[in-house]
């Protein structure tokens, strides 16, 4: 699923270390021959069309779903549900929402209830949800594994190859403008810190860690300075556009092919297909360049899981559902025909709603089998409790520089400045 375009969270409880949270109010669950009603709260749409399946299924366990926004609107409305005690029994929850949930004690930890779940699950994806530890937060829901969007009747047309790898992609962008000058090979966004945090979790990127009930913040790691200066050079040398994504001028550059290709994620058809419909069926995927020659990683733009609520009273029947939704096949099916999300389950990655490629790529029938190689290269990233204050600030650091033309990598000391001072002035222990 597309991630939310203005992310932005309120962190209300201060001094939680993320590891300390989330005590249980659950009572002992009741016997499966007892009646229950669970509420679900959700975004995804035709999210009750899924459930409709379940409740079919299971007289005794009914799911009842109330549609709510995306984003910090629907984080809010946790928060102070669960200050008021009256949270849903399950909610959806993007992936760098969940510290600040856990944090919060919203999120209960369904270790205990999820079995080898983690097995239907990429090792990457899975820690998004555990935070590299023993708990449990969510079951993942949809991901969105980066990957390369490119014109390929323009690269035909240019004579241009498929870049593998990074240095290969900065030379092409140069062969780009030195053929046509009216065109570039792509853009940076300052707009779009999601989009940069996939970039650098490919590099190998770490941001948050935890130790105990302290945390470490390493905005600044090498692997993301990399990132930043390797963008920073193409934009210092005009060798890509760096004006900001989701606007109609890079609308305009998309359907008139000013911009020969688009870094992003498993979602992009439906954007390119809103955005550009002109240009259906001129369009190619590949997996993202590398850093090093026969390497095979990528970062995720994206992605939500399915919670449980640390208060509800039937955690475990709450996470049977939660399970079943992101496992069943035919649940995973429905989510894909139903909701448009890319499942975040192995198995159905290559299930039967994914035999068929995008309609905006028909051309490209490897597209799925494809994706799904790629998806099971996402690394590893742990989010930390104030991800708006980091997102907020590359915004603005970025934009910055853009507009000053100086060197990208001080922007990603400004982030990790911002995020540390934040997190102190609520009250987490920041190590070294």
Known sequence: MQPTRNFKILTVAVGLALVAACGSDSDSDTTTDDKVELTFWSWAPNIDKVVDLW????????????????????VVKLLTAAKAGNPPDLFQAEY????????????????????????????????????????????PQDSGPMMLYYRSDLFAEMGLAV??????FAETAKQVRAKDPGRYLTTFSAADPGWFAGLAQQAGASWWSISGDSWKVSINDTATKQVAQYWGDLVADGAVDNKPMYTPEWNKALNDGTLLAWPSAIWAPGVLEGNAADTKGKWSMAELPQWNAGEHKTGNWGGSSTAVAAKS????????????????????????KEGGLYPAARDAQSGPALTEPPAFFAEQTDFYPKAKEIADTAAGFTW????????????????????SSTPFGPAVDTMQEA?????????????D
């Open 384 to 403: 930390g409790p104030n991800v708006n204050v980091t997102y907020s600030t590359y915004k603005d650091a970025f934009t910055a520089a853009i507009t």
């Open 419 to 431: 995020t540390i001072a934040d997190m102190r002035k609520s009250g987490f222990t920041i190590t």
């Open 55 to 74: 409740n079919a299924d299971h007289p005794n366990t009914h799911v009842a779903v109330s549609k709510q926004a995306q984003g910090d609107e629907l």
């Open 163 to 168: 870049p593998t790898t990074w240095a290969e």
């Open 313 to 336: 009273k039937h955690q475990q029947r709450a996470t049977e559902f939660a399970i079943w939704l992101n496992t069943d096949p035919a649940a995973t099916e429905a989510l894909v």
């Open 96 to 139: 760098q929402a969940l510290p600040t949930l856990v944090s919060n004690d919203v999120t209960a930890d369904i270790a205990e209830y999820v079995g080898d779940t983690k097995e239907g699950f990429a090792e990457g994806l899975w820690q998004q949800v555990t935070f590299g530890g023993d708990a449990v937060y969510a079951v």
